[in-house]
């Protein structure tokens, strides 16, 4: 079954510095997405993206947080000036169509700030 | 309550029993998927179920939406220690286009 990978599985960087993680969603999905979960807590969503922009983001995502498609198969979040909050895993997920169908999600990437 | 609550938030059966979770949310949906996820790992998706469907089944598993109460239940029959996961509730709303909403979800640990 296609499947959703993420790359690094786990970072531990500095508090101040920045982070890219990276995605390939299933190849033929149009809808991409990065969800958070903060270690004991529940996923919550941070940003959608499709046709190379932004459809929705949440209130977590503010201007230390970007997403970009550079290529035709990643799909990468950064995170600008990390700090110790931001310590959590972070989900890519993808889907072929806008609403109604499964969203894959991918292994996720253990963020730890220190 | 939250958009997407689960309950128990704890569950724990032996072997064979058959288990139950419990989902609730607050706003119309246009769908409401069920996930799990192992200690640690990703989330795998389970069942998606629409708002006009009111039982799905999967292998042991069968899911059930009732949108007049806003709830949804997940059964898995004849566990096994293999199923000892988080089960997460995620409701995708009418009107707020593709985000999923997630519930707190519920520990089931079978005990072989």
């Known amino acids: 079954e296609p499947e959703v990978t993420q790359t690094p599985s786990h970072q531990v960087t500095q508090m101040g510095q920045e982070v890219i993680l990276r995605c390939v969603p299933i190849?033929?999905?149009?809808?991409f997405y990065w969800y958070r979960q903060i270690l004991g807590q529940k996923v919550e969503f941070l940003v959608s993206?499709?046709?190379?922009?932004?459809?929705?983001k949440s209130e977590i995502f503010d201007d230390q947080f970007s997403v970009e498609r550079p290529d035709g198969s990643n799909f990468t979040l950064k995170i600008r000036s990390t700090k110790l909050e931001d310590s959590a895993m972070y989900f890519c997920?993808?889907?072929?169509?806008?609403?109604?169908?499964?969203?894959?999600f991918g292994e996720g990437s253990w963020l730890t700030v220190v | 309550s939250q958009q997407g609550e689960e309950d128990p938030q704890a569950l724990s059966i032996q072997e064979g029993e058959n288990a139950t979770m419990n989902c609730s949310y607050k706003?119309?949906?246009?769908?409401l998927q069920w996930y799990r996820q192992n200690s640690g790992r990703g989330l795998v998706h389970l069942i998606l179920?629409?708002?006009?469907?009111r039982e799905k089944h999967s292998g042991r598993l069968r899911v059930t939406l009732d949108t007049s109460k806003k709830s949804s239940s997940l059964l898995i029959t004849a566990s096994r220690a293999a199923d000892t996961a988080s089960y997460f509730c995620?409701?995708?709303?009418?009107?707020?286009?593709?985000?999923?909403?997630f519930g707190e979800g519920t520990q089931l640990t079978v005990n072989p």
């Open positions: 997920a993808s889907r072929q169509t806008a609403t109604g169908n499964t969203i894959y």
């Open positions: 190849s033929n999905h149009l809808y």
């Open positions: 993206f499709y046709n190379n922009e932004i459809s929705e």
């Open positions: 706003t119309s949906i246009n769908n």
């Open positions: 179920i629409r708002s006009n469907e």
């Open positions: 995620a409701t995708e709303k009418e009107t707020s286009g593709s985000r999923l909403t």
